[in-house]
């Protein structure tokens, strides 16, 4: 089984729907993270929580919003979609006391807004 | 600023050896990763390096020179399967004592027969 699972794998949409992206992890791991892939651009990190009660915004913020359940689930949502969020989001985890802080990454979710 | 540079593509041939070169320029710098990325996969971790030298793992290597901004990494004996992004990212550490991660654009290798 994976460590890092993210739902859905693929979504398309359109704009001005709500849309939330889920993440679990079995890991262990104290922190976790949501980022945005486009091509010809890094990974950019939009949110980051380093416990359940400890949420933190990333460099691209702005349209997302997210939320630390538990310790091992992290959803990212978008409030209103827009044609521009259209990327691929990935979920990642670290222990924070091991590994170097390592980051392990989700399979994806390719999300479309049409 | 902080700013991560690496090329776009590279292409090698099978059995071959590859360097894939990362230069940055980041304030509080704490760690290189190296990442592989399979066209629409998930990034997994190949390396890390902290401090200056060379670390060996099996066919990859990843070398460190934090006076010089620069590291790479070294595929030996390349296989059709080593084609892939391989994603630089330096680790920076801020104010509030946050390590973040910042990604270079990744390099995509193209392994021929």
């Known amino acids: 089984d994976a460590d890092v699972t993210q739902t859905p794998r693929n979504r398309i949409t359109k704009t001005g729907k709500r849309i939330m992206l889920e993440c679990s992890q079995t890991k262990g791991h104290d922190r976790m993270y949501w980022y945005r892939q486009d091509p010809g651009l890094g990974l950019r990190l939009i949110y980051y929580?380093?416990?359940?009660?400890?949420?933190n915004k990333g460099e691209i913020s702005d349209g997302y919003s997210v939320s630390r359940q538990a310790q091992a689930k992290f959803s990212l949502s978008l409030e209103s979609a827009i044609p521009n969020q259209t990327a691929l989001y990935f979920c990642a985890t670290s222990n924070s006391g091991r590994e170097a802080d390592t980051q392990y990454f989700g399979p994806g979710t390719r999300l479309t807004v049409l | 600023g902080q700013n991560i540079d690496q090329p776009t593509e590279m292409t090698a041939t099978e059995g071959a050896i590859v360097q894939i070169n990362c230069t940055y320029q980041?304030?509080?710098?704490?760690?290189l990763f190296w990442y592989q990325q399979h066209a629409g996969e998930a990034p997994t971790f190949l390396s890390y390096?902290?401090?200056?030298g060379l670390e060996e793992k099996g066919r990859f290597s990843s070398f460190l020179s934090r006076s010089k901004g620069y590291s790479y990494l070294l595929l030996k004996e390349l296989q059709m399967k080593d084609s892939a992004s391989y994603l630089c990212a330096v680790r920076a550490f801020q104010s509030g004592g946050y390590n973040k991660l910042i990604f270079g654009a990744g390099t995509r290798l193209a392994v021929h027969p």
């Open positions: 980041t304030s509080g710098f704490n760690g």
């Open positions: 390096n902290v401090l200056d």
């Open positions: 929580s380093f416990d359940v009660k400890d949420i």
